[in-house]
């Protein structure tokens, strides 16, 4: 939501100083300029980016207003690990099969949210948790073959990001495009009245203003905001690795959950006593 704030306030600040100075605000739309910028980015962005990345720039977009995992996301996930994991200790490894196999139906899987809804979460949960059981894996190979993973998914979540980047980079370029289009079209009426060229060479103007303000107050930004997004989902899949790992050393449960709070980030990192408190009611119930 801050992100839609900040938007509004690029927008206020740049009309609001604009009419002070005695600017009238009709006179920045131009609809030629509108289409020649846009047209020019999203040309730009069909040509450089397959489908597949093209539909994570929209979801990743689309997701602007939402946060990255909070603390509760957190203390959620730790619950599921210490969970899972119990019924490891309780009843051997064996017992995991029913839950690693159809993760959307198991009854502990199922009810943490943020977890199953994250369709890469659960595959790299069910996929770590099947090599360890099924000791397909070297134990000092997992982390390795984790970080492989973890960078794969990563780096494909980064390439919007990329592509958003190089298009605000372009934005001024665009923008000097329209320009120079306008100046061609008033060069055509240099014989008319002093006024009617003046309306020109500003709409001229306004497509340099334009390719600058899109570039530097919005796409810019967005790729910013969307590249600490992804590095905060990050953050969520290395707990889950540290937890995993946790278990595959033989750690008791209540301590996988400990040594997986560490590696959260302080910001959002659940304290000792939230995660111990979260484990016992879970255990209860």
Same mark, same amino acid.
């Given at each position: 939501?801050?992100?839609?704030?900040?938007?509004?306030?690029?927008?206020?600040?740049?009309?609001?100083?604009?009419?002070?100075?005695?600017?009238?605000?009709?006179?920045?739309?131009?609809?030629?300029?509108?289409?020649?910028?846009?047209?020019?980015?999203?040309?730009? @962005?069909?040509?450089?980016?397959?489908?597949?990345?093209?539909?994570?720039? @929209?979801?990743?977009?689309?997701?602007?207003?939402?946060?990255?995992?909070?603390?509760?996301?957190?203390?959620?996930?730790?619950?599921?690990?210490?969970?899972?994991?119990?019924?490891?200790?309780?009843?051997?490894?064996?017992?995991?099969?029913?839950?690693?196999?159809?993760?959307?139906?198991?009854?502990?899987?199922? %009810?943490?949210? %943020? =977890?199953?809804?994250?369709?890469?979460?659960?595959?790299? =949960?069910?996929?770590?948790?099947?090599?360890?059981?099924?000791?397909?894996?070297?134990?000092?190979?997992?982390?390795?073959?984790?970080?492989?993973?973890?960078?794969?998914?990563?780096?494909?979540?980064?390439?919007?990001?990329?592509?958003?980047?190089?298009?605000?980079?372009?934005?001024?370029?665009?923008?000097?495009?329209?320009?120079?289009?306008?100046?061609?079209?008033?060069?055509?009426?240099?014989?008319?009245?002093?006024?009617?060229?003046?309306?020109?060479?500003?709409?001229?103007?306004?497509?340099? =203003?334009?390719?600058?303000?899109?570039?530097?107050?919005? @796409?810019?930004?967005?790729?910013?905001?969307?590249?600490? %997004?992804?590095?905060?989902?990050?953050?969520?899949?290395?707990?889950?690795?540290?937890?995993?790992?946790?278990?595959?050393?033989?750690?008791?449960?209540?301590?996988?959950?400990?040594?997986?709070?560490?590696?959260?980030?302080?910001?959002?990192?659940?304290?000792?006593?939230?995660?111990?408190?979260?484990?016992?009611?879970? %255990?209860?119930?």
């Amino acid at each position: 939501m801050i992100a839609i704030v900040g938007f509004v306030v690029v927008i206020g600040a740049v009309l609001g100083g604009f009419m002070l100075a005695g600017g009238q605000p009709m006179a920045l739309v131009h609809v030629s300029e509108f289409v020649t910028l846009g047209g020019a980015a999203l040309g730009m @962005i069909l040509i450089s980016t397959p489908m597949s990345t093209l539909k994570k720039m @929209i979801s990743q977009i689309t997701s602007l207003p939402k946060s990255g995992p909070t603390k509760k996301d957190y203390i959620d996930l730790l619950v599921m690990m210490y969970e899972i994991f119990n019924i490891a200790r309780r009843d051997g490894v064996i017992a995991l099969e029913s839950h690693i196999e159809k993760p959307k139906e198991s009854e502990i899987l199922s %009810k943490h949210k %943020k =977890f199953i809804n994250d369709h890469f979460a659960v595959a790299f =949960f069910c996929d770590t948790v099947r090599s360890i059981t099924t000791g397909a894996v070297p134990g000092h190979e997992l982390d390795e073959i984790m970080d492989l993973d973890l960078e794969s998914h990563h780096g494909e979540q980064e390439l919007p990001t990329g592509i958003l980047t190089k298009v605000g980079d372009s934005m001024p370029g665009f923008g000097i495009v329209a320009a120079v289009l306008g100046v061609v079209i008033t060069m055509g009426h240099i014989d008319g009245p002093p006024e009617e060229i003046g309306e020109m060479v500003g709409t001229a103007l306004v497509g340099t =203003f334009l390719g600058i303000l899109a570039a530097y107050g919005f @796409i810019q930004p967005t790729a910013m905001n969307l590249e600490q %997004k992804n590095t905060a989902n990050l953050g969520y899949y290395v707990c889950l690795k540290q937890g995993l790992l946790g278990f595959n050393r033989g750690y008791v449960p209540s301590f996988v959950a400990e040594f997986a709070r560490r590696s959260i980030s302080p910001e959002v990192r659940p304290t000792f006593t939230e995660v111990e408190d979260a484990c016992r009611e879970a %255990k209860k119930s």
